[in-house]
């Protein structure tokens, strides 16, 4: 597969790929565009055909066409592949075992399309869906939308749909793996739809995969007692946890608003998404999953929560927002105070739900206002009530700063001092139960002074016209690095007969590639004069020069401080001093030099 990977890079050149996204402008030996992964005004999103790889000076993110396509279209690496190797043409060659594997879960999502295609027809064209399609035109959606979510309508008849799947080459056994259908416990040989007489909701993967389905009841239902919606049992393709409905559909617009609107039902998503509010998503209940969760955080870091106005007081709704504020989210509620829900309140008057929209609450003040609101202040047992509610949420919010206000407000709010408050909250305050570190976007550098001044020195070469020669003035200075990773890549410069991007990186040891990529988008990224280029390459070589020997000066003072306790009797000790003195004369030397 190694050599796949390869071949693909080979036959793809990252410039036409990244083009297919942004617009790339060609700057001296690179294309640059602002960057896809922050927000920025000026480009500092660079990419280079010489390396095949692209980097942003400013958030960071750097790496190959397969890393681009991993980033931008949040797929995994497997999923990266298989794009890429359609867009250069080439067959994967897999190896059985995974071939097995994904071959079954690709059989599970081509049955799930049938059954989708099957449940819309229904809806759409049969007699058997009108009664269906009905109640959802009732609620408001139309044909249009109604077609973009891939709505349908499961017959009160299953035979209709199985033996559609018989004819289409499907098994039971694959039926049954589906989650969609079940054999009857009463030994009956014939397949049951668990969906049957339900209006059928198809739960996509941001990819639009059909990976599950929900089944709403319909009011007209002949057996009201039902559960009003059903969904399809865990699978090997469905997983609830990971599920957000609606995001396949939303992503681009949440990245492009930098906000999620979160809501618990279906409809209350279809609803404002028809409506032009199209950053939102259903998480299908009143708590979000840690997964959930990390496939936003791809796109966003602001939640807005349209949830159920009584969520506040619902464990699991908590443990939520704990969760989503230790991963650094900003979590902010939308408030309909007079709408139930955000169906209802898009349907009855849209101007008030984007007003409200607009004005979303800080999650923690909601939190407070809510409860102050229903218990009141009057009384000492309200405020302990309240106290009771509020503190077991603050006392978790990761920033003091902000934590801080909350006290503050909370001790104005019901009239006593901030110190009891305070006080107060240290009952509430546990051990987190949960450590989610939050993601990163660049790598932190440890890299010592040195190790950065002589990346800095390379750095400056390498955006010379002809590095070869630089180098070969500079070999003194280019044989004394240090840096594992320096000293390779200035041996390297020094045995080249000609500076070649590519060519150069492939002599180079795997490990050390994208430490020289740095260096050499760095240094090609820089238009500076050749005349200061020589002046800050002396000025490091100085600054490295003043380095090294203040660190041999120590260990030498070190050593004679040593000869002089252990009175060994020799004449070493003299000639340490001497040494010692020469040290320090080239020291006063070179930090009295201009440069
Ligand atoms: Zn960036």
Known sequence: MDNQVEEIKQKLNIVDVIGKYLPLKKRGRHFIACCPFHNEKTPSFTVSPELQIFKCF???KAG?????????????????????????????????????????EKRLITLNEEVIKFYQYILLTHPLGKT???????????????RLFRLGFSPQNPAIIVNYLFKKGFTSAELIASGTFGVSAYGSKSLYDRFTGRLIFPLSDYRSRVLGFSGRILPSSPNPNLAKYINTPETEIYHKSHLLFGLNLAKESIRDTQSVIITEGEFDM???????????????GTAFTVEQLQLLKRYTDTLILALDSDFAGNAAA????????SMGFDINVLVLENYKDPDEAVRTDLAYFKSRLANTLPVWDFIINTT????GIDSIKSKKQILSIVLPFLVKITNSVIRGDYYRTLSNLIGSDIDSVHEEAQKYIHPPALSIKPITTSPVTTDTYLARLEKQFLTYIFGAKKPVS????????????????????????????????????????????PYFQEIYLEATNSDIDSQSRLREIKKIASQIGIYNLKNKIKELSQKIAQQETSYSQDDSLSGLETEYNQLLQQLARLQTKKV
């Not at 279809?270 to 299908?284: D, H």
């Not at 908590?318 to 504020?325: G, K, M, Q, V």
Request: include cysteine; charge should be negative.
């Open 58 to 60: 400013g958030c960071g």
């Open 64 to 104: 190959d066409v397969f890393t681009f396509l991993q980033e931008r279209e949040h797929i995994d690496f497997k999923d990266a592949l298989e794009e890429l190797a359609k867009m250069a043409g080439i067959t994967l060659i897999k190896n059985p075992q995974s071939e097995a594997v994904e071959s079954k």
């Open 132 to 146: 269906a399609l009905q109640y959802v035109l009732y609620r408001g959606i139309t044909l249009s939308t109604l």
């Open 270 to 284: 279809i609803s404002p998404y028809q409506a032009g509010i199209t950053n939102i998503v259903a998480i299908k």
């Open 318 to 325: 908590h443990r939520s927002i704990e969760l989503a504020d």
């Open 372 to 375: 102050v609101a229903t218990y």
């Open 470 to 513: 630089l180098a070969a003035r500079l070999s003194k200075h280019l044989q004394s690095l240090t840096d594992h990773r320096s000293m390779l890549i200035a041996k390297l410069l020094l045995s080249v007969p000609d500076f070649q991007p590519a060519d150069f990186q492939q002599q180079l040891e795997e490990e050390i590639r």
